[in-house]
């Protein structure tokens, strides 16, 4: 279970880009985060596993608390959460094996990094994860001679090559075409329940949103507004959330406050 | 449905296991044979320790007592570098458009090629010496040195540039009417203008950087000065030198680049 | 909308305004005069030039023909160049990538380590090969062993400062990833980082075994081994037709590098 509490994120002396979030993920259940750009989504997940650093709040995931970790035991914990970028963040110039297999590079021996000589379980399960998403023919391709489709399932390989806790995936399908974001989409909803896994994506497309998550999660400049299942999100909600300005939303708060 | 191996090799680089392995035998045997024949004094050389000893402690502090002497060096240097980097790119100009395969016929193209790989082949330290033979020794000799030096690369990479110019421009002059000169002057010489000033002024650099180095086998310049500092067993000037060298060549890097940032 | 009549007719046109064609100007002016002063101010003495035709064509004369007696040791020289620039590159090569790596902005641990870094970057590349070599032969005297060591502190400040660019300009984003997974960083310097900078590594080295061999030519000028032995001791016995002989191994043996370092930077893209 991630439990997310009270998690601030500021910038220098600007206003805070996330504001007291709390957040609770448990199960297996794929949860969407939507919002407009500069709603916070980026930032919520790379604050999970420390790539941005929360100015204060708490994140724990199954009993251990991240934000308190020292370096080392960071890099220890990161272990458990898999990453998927909008990118795909492949390493170009290795092989599709080898980039796959650096998702355990935080397991295996500095020699065993070295020499590509991967434990056979690894490799055993690289090659069930491979042919599970439709990839094995590929091990030994560089990973630059795929299509963005195929980059992205070895980015999701990659990442659950780690045998994580939960998967993070950070607007997995923005640059991919129509078609195949709806592939990874559905291929991520159906690994999140074989797997037994939670999922949290960031995703810009509501449509794809409604119709692959379990629960939606909507952002608005830092706070979280909507928490609910997919059918509950009416044009009204979603006018709430991807609606005005930052301008006018301090306003409000002022006029609040 | 395959059966989930346990076992992956990165491919290698070299495919053919004959020619790979040919190949680190190759290399090893080279080793091998070149350490064991290899004409090292090793006495010499662990004599070297402390020698070096002897010498760094004789070269501090720097000493800058002759420092009109080396004042006179610098200027010097300086002189044959502005001379040669002006010189050489005034001839640089023509040869490049001579050396350029879509401006030059066959012929004119190879003359031009050729002289320019001739000029690149000898070290500027061995084309100093043959003008030192030819005209005597002193800063002329030096100069002519690092004009050569400055046509082997500022034609080459000018050359280059002209290869890749657009064409379409040189079409479009062609098309209205205009005369071969002008059309050099508008299609051609803007396109390799900022390349040509860039060129220059990296040339400048470098050339100041060769200049103190002609003056070891007599072409002027402050090479003469650090070579007699050496000779004499003058370490403490020796390394006054080397350090106001080394200082010039920061400075003049650093303008060097900062011109060629503000101009790109 | 507004049409109001030009209130002057537009007939004349200059590419720069009075300003830039002043300072344009004033640029060109300076440069004439300073090339001015460097050649009233410089000692030549110009009978000399005058006759520098007559006299370069007096030495090619005595150049002619090249003697190939001596060709034996000459190729064995030859062969000793080689042999010191091979292996001095490949030292300094070995040497560098640490030193390229605290020298880049993204890999370096620490402020000190940069201006260490850089430190030994600068002061390797502002002094010439030869500099380097006339400081060796007086430590470890005449020989091969001060030409080695010459090219090697040479180089590592031209290897460094070009792979420290490559680091620097590689893509970030797999770093991200790997340290999302929780790698160590010299994980994912091998992973994310070597990978990216390899093209550029090879690339650069072979460059520099290029030069390199073209440096070791003349070390022997100032007794750092080599076939610059060979060639200052047939100038200082005036003895022209082996000069000729060696600079035709020397110009055989840079086409060679030539060949051979295209050849290389071909199969590696």
């Given amino acids: ?257 | 449905m395959s059966q989930a191996k346990g076992s992956w090799r990165k491919p290698p680089f070299i495919a053919n296991p004959l020619i790979r392995l040919g190949l680190y035998g190759a290399v090893a045997l080279y080793f091998i044979f070149t350490l064991a024949t290899l004409p090292i004094d090793w006495e010499r050389v662990s004599d070297g320790m402390s020698r070096a000893q002897r010498i760094f402690s004789g070269a501090f502090p720097p000493s800058f007592e002759r420092s009109g002497l080396m004042i006179d060096g610098f200027l010097e240097s300086l002189k044959i570098a502005i001379l040669a980097t002006v010189g050489g790119i005034l001839l640089s100009v023509p040869l490049a458009f001579m050396a350029a395969g879509n401006i030059a016929i066959k012929p004119i193209y190879l003359l031009g090629r050729g002289i320019i790989i001739v000029a690149r082949s000898f070290h500027p330290v061995i084309v100093a010496i043959i003008f030192v033979k030819a005209v005597g020794f002193g800063p002329f000799a030096g100069a002519l040195t690092l004009v050569v030096y400055s046509i082997g690369f500022v034609a080459k990479l000018l050359a280059e540039r002209i290869e890749e110019i657009d064409f379409g421009q040189v079409e479009a002059m062609r098309a209205a009417g205009a005369g071969y000169i002008v059309t050099l002057a508008y299609a051609v010489l803007p396109q390799i203008m900022p390349r040509l000033v860039g060129l220059g002024i990296y040339q400048l650099d470098s050339n100041l950087r060769a200049s103190a180095v002609v003056g070891i086998v007599g072409a002027g310049g402050i090479g003469a000065t650090l070579a007699n500092a050496f000779g004499r067993y003058d370490y403490d000037f020796a390394l006054a030198i080397t350090m106001v060298i080394v200082g010039v060549i920061l400075i003049s890097e650093a303008v060097s680049g900062f011109i060629r940032k503000r101009i790109a | 909308m507004s049409t109001q009549p030009l209130q002057q007719t537009l007939d004349h046109w200059s590419r720069f305004t009075l300003r830039q064609r002043l300072m344009r100007y004033g640029g060109l002016a300076l440069t004439l005069l300073v090339v001015a002063w460097a050649l009233s101010s410089i000692n030549v003495i110009w009978e000399w030039v005058w006759d520098a035709p007559n006299q370069m064509g007096d030495l090619f004369a005595r150049m002619m023909p090249p003697d190939p007696r001596n060709l034996p040791s000459i190729l064995e020289a030859i062969w000793q160049t080689v042999n010191i620039a091979t292996l001095a590159t490949m030292i300094a090569v070995v040497v560098s990538l640490p030193v390229a790596y605290i020298s880049a902005q993204n890999t370096t641990p620490n402020r000190i380590a940069l201006w260490i870094g850089r430190f030994i970057l600068v002061s390797s590349r502002s002094v010439n090969t030869i500099i380097w070599a006339l400081l060796f032969v007086a430590i470890f005297g005449p020989g091969i062993v001060a030409g080695i060591v010459a090219i090697m502190f040479r180089s590592i400040g031209f290897l460094g400062k070009l792979l420290g660019e490559a680091i620097e300009e590689i893509d970030q984003k797999p770093v991200e990833a790997l340290e999302a997974c929780g790698a160590s960083r010299f994980k994912i310097v091998l992973y994310a980082i070597v990978p990216q900078v390899m093209p550029a590594f090879f690339a650069v080295a072979i460059l520099r075994w290029d030069i390199n061999l073209r440096e070791s030519t003349v070390l022997g000028l100032v007794g750092a081994g080599g076939i610059g032995m060979i060639l200052q001791g047939a100038i200082d016995t005036f003895n022209w037709p082996e000069v000729s002989m060696v600079l035709l191994t020397i110009l055989a043996l840079v086409v060679f590098g030539e060949v051979v370092s295209s050849y290389l930077r071909k199969k590696i893209l």
């Fill in chain 1, 1 to 257: 279970m991630l439990k997310i509490t009270k998690l601030t994120k500021r910038y220098g002396t600007g206003d805070p880009v996330l504001k007291e979030l709390d957040l609770t993920v448990e199960g297996d259940q794929l949860t969407s985060v939507i919002g407009s750009s500069g709603a916070g989504k980026s930032t919520l997940l790379r604050c999970i596993n420390r790539l941005v650093e929360p100015t204060s709040g708490s994140v724990d995931l199954n009993g251990t608390e991240f934000t308190a970790l020292n370096s080392r035991d960071l890099r220890i914990a990161r272990r458990r959460i898999g990453m998927v970028f909008q990118s795909f963040n492949l390493i170009d110039r290795l092989t599709v094996m080898e980039n796959v297999q650096s998702g355990r590079l935080g397991y295996i021996s500095t020699w065993a990094a070295l020499t590509r000589r991967y434990p056979r379980e690894d490799i055993a399960r690289a090659y069930e994860l491979m042919e599970r998403v439709g990839i094995a023919h590929y091990a030994n391709k560089r990973a630059d001679e795929l299509s963005g489709g195929e980059r992205q399932r070895v980015g999701v390989v990659r990442a659950l090559m780690q045998r994580p806790e939960i998967l993070l995936a950070d607007e997995p399908t923005a640059s991919l075409d129509p078609k195949t974001s709806e592939q990874i989409m559905s291929l991520l909803r159906d690994l999140a329940s074989e797997l037994k896994l939670p999922v949290i994506i960031n995703i810009h497309n509501v449509t794809e949103a409604k119709e692959y998550s379990d629960r939606i999660v909507g952002m608005r400049y830092g706070r979280i507004i909507f928490d609910d299942l997919p059918d509950q999100l009416g044009t009204a909600e979603m006018d709430e959330i991807y609606a005005g300005v930052p301008a006018m939303d301090r306003a409000e708060v002022g006029a609040v406050a």
